[in-house]
Every structure is written in structure tokens, then in C-alpha cells.
């Protein structure tokens, strides 16, 4: 019986082809927009997590949080510094780099020309933990950093604006009143996870910086950015941490923790859910383009079956029951979604394959959301073709023979 009506289906598809290529495009557009808004999102979150990976050696951030102490105002209890650190290297077994960081932004002065960019104080940790690496000139030492020397390195976008095409190296600038040598250039690291850029930075030993760029109190550090041995330690890492910190800011059993640590994959999992939002508001606008096209395969089925009135009464004179009509307008709506399913995965694809080339990603549609395409196609030939199909059937044969 399916495959009769299969056939039926297929003939009635061929004798309205206007009909059914217009029943069809609704169904298209939004099984294509749902493609692509998938492999959108899968290979940008793949693009992201890339990103995070490439950026960082295994690492873990530290932060200070605001405490409610004594029934007063939330504030800094147990602040980080650059002992914390120190103590974390010395403590934390799975710990292989610890690099406190201090940042603002400020202007960066060269002749004529300024530029306001942002400035770290760093250690030398830092370049591990975060993987920059020198393109030209060379890195401070240890003893800079215990002379506080008025070194700094800086990135390409800081070069470019300063120096133009010049050789930054042994150039001096200025930052608020203090001279600075320059004597690396970073390797460029383009945009950063939200789009920042990564080559738009000064970077100086935390000494120097504490002492000319901003004062702060002795040894306070906006951030600790530390690298585990290895992917498999982070947790342990996080771990250990945790102990050595509570302990140094004598926090009780059961207190709440005056620092916030994350981890790389904590990071990844935040960008994934951001994403995965963005991705369900992009398919649920795609969704309603399919429920148009549900609606516009209704229409046409219940104007199909007023024209094919009198054929559906001859089929019942000669021994057609109910149900065989039912499946037969039932299949032909099914068809033809599943035709426009089908031809929507092919241009979606196509479009996948355009787009992801275009915005220099990896776009792949993803065989769950191929499956899902499917059987949404499917899904929305049974539910609104159902009630044409109902009524094709629940015709009175005498009164369908009669009709001209």
C-alpha cells in the first residue's frame, strides 16, 4: 500500500510541478538556514577552543573576589600577591610556571607620534605561560627585573603606530614621564578568543611598571596566570592551589574563598555555551521559516485535494477505503518535504562549504544536524499534511463523484 501510494505521489508531484516546486522552497530555505546556522556554530566553537589552546600552555587564572567581611560593604579580603605566587611555584607540584601580571591602559609616547595601548608588568614566567615569543631584538633578564631597568617589549601594532616601518629595537618612548628602551619585538598573535587584539601591548618587568607606570601596594597583583605540567595535571594543579592559597588567607573550613581560579577548559565551556545560545536563537529563527513552509505544504494539499475531488470519489467507488486515501495525500506531503529536506541539505551544504571558505573556517555540516534535517522534513509532511489528508478522506464518495 506505501509504495502505491508512493507512486500516486510521485505522478501528482509531476503533473503540478509549479505547485510542488513552490510547496517545496519553503521547506528548502529553512532546512538550508538550519545547516548552516549549525555548522556555523560547531566550527566556530571548534575555532575558539583553537584559539584558547593556542594562546595558553595548560593554564590556570587566579583572581581576587570581593568578600562580605564583618557585615560590611563586599571588599578585597586576602588580596594576591606576588608571594601567593611565589608560593604556588614552590608548593604546587603540578605546577611548572607561575607569572603574577599587572595591567592598565595608557599612552606610549615616540616623537611626535602617540598611541594608547595596553601596558603589563610581567615576569618572565609570563611568555610560557601565555606562549609569546620574540620576532626580533631580545627579552629582559632576571637582573632587570630586580633592578626594575626601563626596559619594555612591545607588539606589532604598538611598532606599526610608533615607528612605522622602522626598526622599533633600541628606540626609546615614553610612558607617563618615564623613558623606556625598547628591546623586543613580540611575534604577532593576531586577534585574541573576543576579538582583542594580542599585538596591541607594552610589556615590562612587574618591578618597573609598579614603580613608574601605576603604584600599587607592595607586591599586589591584578592576576595570577599559572601552567600546569600537562593537560592531565590542571585539575590536581587547581587543586593544590586552592590549599596553598586558602591556607596563606587563613580561610576557615567551610569560608568562602577570597580568589576565583579558572581553568582553560572552564574557559572553553563559557564560550561553548555562549555559542550554543547564539546557535539555538539562529536555528529557532530558521525554525520558523519551516513552520511557514509546513503551512504553505498544508495549503497546497487541502487546494490539491479540492481539485481532486472527483478522482478521490471514483478511487472510493471502486473500492478505495478510508485509510488508503488518508496515506495516499499523507505520502504526498510527506514526499514532497522530504524532496525540499533533501535539496535544502545539498544547498546548505554548498552554502556551509562557501561561507566557511569566505570566513577562512572549516565549516562542516554535522551529520546530527543532516539526521535532524531529515527528519524534520519528515516530522512536518505528516503534521500538516494530516489534516488535508483527513479530509481527502472523511469525503462522501457520491457527493465527490458529483463534482465537475
Request: charged content about 20%; overall charge positive.
Amino acid at each position: 500500500m506505501i509504495l502505491g501510494a508512493f507512486r500516486l505521489a510521485l505522478s501528482a508531484i509531476a503533473r503540478n510541478t509549479t505547485r510542488a516546486v513552490l510547496t517545496v522552497l519553503g521547506i528548502l530555505i529553512g532546512i538550508t538556514a538550519v545547516i548552516i546556522v549549525a555548522a556555523l556554530a560547531e566550527s566556530t566553537s571548534s575555532a575558539v577552543a583553537d584559539k584558547i589552546d593556542s594562546m595558553s600552555a595548560n593554564a590556570l587564572y587566579v583572581w581576587p573576589q570581593p568578600v562580605q567581611a564583618s557585615g560590611a560593604k563586599a571588599r578585597f579580603v586576602g588580596r594576591l600577591t606576588e608571594n601567593d605566587g611565589r608560593a604556588i611555584a614552590r608548593e604546587a607540584v603540578s605546577a611548572v610556571n607561575v607569572a603574577p601580571w599587572l595591567v592598565t591602559q595608557g599612552q606610549v609616547v615616540y616623537g611626535d607620534k602617540n598611541w594608547s595601548t595596553t601596558i603589563a608588568g610581567v615576569t618572565l614566567p609570563y611568555y610560557q605561560v601565555r606562549r609569546f615569543t620574540i620576532a626580533r631584538g631580545e627579552n629582559w633578564t632576571e637582573s632587570d627585573e630586580l633592578l626594575k631597568t626601563k626596559v619594555c617589549v612591545i607588539g606589532q601594532t604598538v611598532a606599526t603606530n610608533l615607528f612605522g616601518t622602522d626598526d622599533p629595537i633600541g628606540r626609546t618612548i615614553r610612558i607617563g614621564r618615564s623613558p623606556y628602551r625598547v628591546i623586543g619585538l613580540l611575534t604577532p598573535r593576531g586577534s585574541g578568543t573576543f576579538g582583542e587584539d594580542q599585538d596591541d601591548r607594552v610589556m615590562m618587568p612587574i618591578g618597573s611598571y609598579r614603580a613608574r607606570v601605576l603604584h600599587t601596594s607592595p607586591g599586589r597583583v591584578d592576576e595570577l596566570m599559572i601552567s600546569a605540567a600537562s593537560e592531565q595535571t590542571v585539575d590536581r594543579a587547581k587543586a593544590q592551589i586552592q590549599s596553598i592559597l586558602r591556607q596563606r588567607h587563613h580561610i576557615e573550613p567551610g569560608g568562602r574563598d577570597d580568589f576565583e581560579i579558572r581553568t582553560q577548559a572552564d574557559m572553553r565551556a563559557t564560550t561553548d555555551a555562549i555559542l550554543g545560545t547564539l546557535s539555538l536563537l539562529g536555528i529557532a529563527v530558521a525554525a520558523i521559516s519551516l513552520l511557514v513552509g509546513g503551512v504553505g505544504v498544508m495549503n497546497i494539499m487541502l487546494v490539491s485535494v479540492a481539485e481532486r475531488t472527483r478522482e478521490i470519489g471514483i478511487r472510493m467507488s471502486i473500492g478505495a477505503r478510508e485509510r488508503d486515501i488518508l496515506v495516499q495525500f499523507l505520502v504526498e506531503a510527506v514526499v514532497l518535504t522530504l524532496i525540499g529536506g533533501l535539496l535544502g541539505i545539498l544547498v546548505g551544504a554548498a552554502g556551509a562549504f562557501g561561507i566557511g571558505r569566505a570566513l577562512d573556517l572549516a565549516m562542516v555540516p554535522s551529520p546530527r544536524a543532516i539526521a535532524v534535517a531529515v527528519a524534520t522534513s519528515v516530522f512536518i509532511g505528516t503534521i500538516f499534511g494530516f489534516l488535508p489528508a483527513w479530509r481527502a478522506a472523511k469525503l462522501d464518495p457520491i457527493a465527490a463523484l458529483r463534482v465537475e
